[in-house]
């Protein structure tokens, strides 16, 4: 009866820490469960190989907490940040493509460079300009997109319900000022291996 009982609190544990991350949505944005596309099954698998990922990337070098970020969606591993060396980039891609489950590896790890102020500024401006744009067009969900800057390139990872919402999303991403490059990787809901019921 007491191996129940603890059975029941470790599996009653388990599930809230799941649902408490599928809760964030796609990138922890805070999208409700019930905004995301992807099936609480896809969206269970892509948190557990997020946290593996993640447990994996500490464990090679605790200084990429802070300088890589990763996001999983649909099995596909989307890799952003900086690093000192060309071989840490490969490595941190080695080891994303070593996580089990995995699609496809997307690796937009640059090598870091001298702090330059008043691009870093031009990025950041830019990144609020789209995510604003994103918000204000009715016809796109903005909550399903991530936005990440680097060097006037806007790469942007998220899920779009349909083609047109996609087109509209890029063709907002280049009408900003100083945008050199538009890097999308946006899947579109009927290409998801799960479907929504």
Do not use: H
């Amino acid at each position: 009866m007491k191996i129940k009982l603890i059975l029941i609190i470790l599996l009653a544990l388990f599930l809230k820490g799941c649902a408490g991350v599928s809760s964030k949505g796609i990138f922890g944005t805070g999208v409700s469960v019930a905004f995301d596309p992807r099936s609480v099954g896809t969206q269970i698998d892509d948190s557990i190989m997020q946290k593996s990922l993640t447990a994996k990337v500490l464990l090679l070098d605790k200084k990429y907490f802070l300088s890589v970020n990763s996001k999983v969606l649909d099995g596909r591993i989307f890799l952003t940040g900086k690093v000192e060396s060309l071989e840490e980039k490969l490595k941190l891609t080695k080891l994303a493509w070593e996580t089990e489950g995995v699609r496809s590896v997307r690796n937009d790890i640059k090598v870091k460079e001298e702090f330059n102020f008043k691009q870093s500024a031009k990025d950041i401006l830019i990144t609020s300009q789209l995510r604003t744009a994103l918000i204000v067009n009715k016809n796109i969900k903005a909550t399903n997109y991530q936005i990440d800057t680097y060097k006037k390139k806007i790469y942007i990872y998220g899920i779009a319900m349909n083609s047109d919402e996609k087109n509209s999303v890029i063709t907002e991403a280049k009408e900003i000022l100083d945008v050199v490059d538009v890097i999308a990787s946006i899947i579109l809901v009927d290409d998801l291996r799960i479907q929504k019921n």
